[in-house]
Nanobody, 123 residues
Framework: QVQLVESGGGSVQAGGSLRLSCAAS????????MGWFRQAPGKEREVVASIDPVGSVIYYDDSVKGRFTISRDNANNTVYLQMNSLKPEDTAMYYC????????????????WGQGTQVTVSS
């Protein structure tokens, strides 16, 4: 099974930027749709953005449109999330996972979540 390792989180002030990375353990990831998710304390995990195998964006949540950019580097089996103009409400643990291409907010069944990377935005 593909292992996904998220990194790049941190603590920033509102208006700041972070770039998250999701490194996959094998080449399999370059053939599948991928998504970034986040979960804030006391809230359900939600999808933030999704991308298809060739790098076309297939979903952005309304709350991040114009501020976040999802991209991928298939040569290095890595998916990125560039986050600009961060807001306190972006504070959450961020995860990456495989998603169903026709349903970009749906995680592929059987997905094993990684440890995530924490993003904290202060006002």
């Amino acid at each position: 099974q593909v292992q996904l390792v998220e990194s790049g989180g941190g603590s920033v002030q509102a208006g700041g930027s972070l770039r998250l990375s999701c490194a996959a353990s094998g080449d399999y990831v370059k053939w599948i749709c991928m998504g970034w998710f986040r979960q804030a304390p006391g809230k359900e995990r939600e999808v933030v953005a999704s991308i298809d195998p060739v790098g076309s964006v297939i979903y952005y949540d309304d709350s991040v449109k114009g501020r976040f950019t999802i991209s991928r580097d298939n040569a290095n089996n890595t998916v990125y999330l560039q986050m600009n103009s961060l807001k306190p409400e972006d504070t959450a643990m961020y995860y990456c996972a495989a998603v169903v291409c026709s349903e970009p907010r749906t995680v592929v069944p059987g997905t094993r979540w990684g440890q995530g990377t924490q993003v904290t935005v202060s006002s």
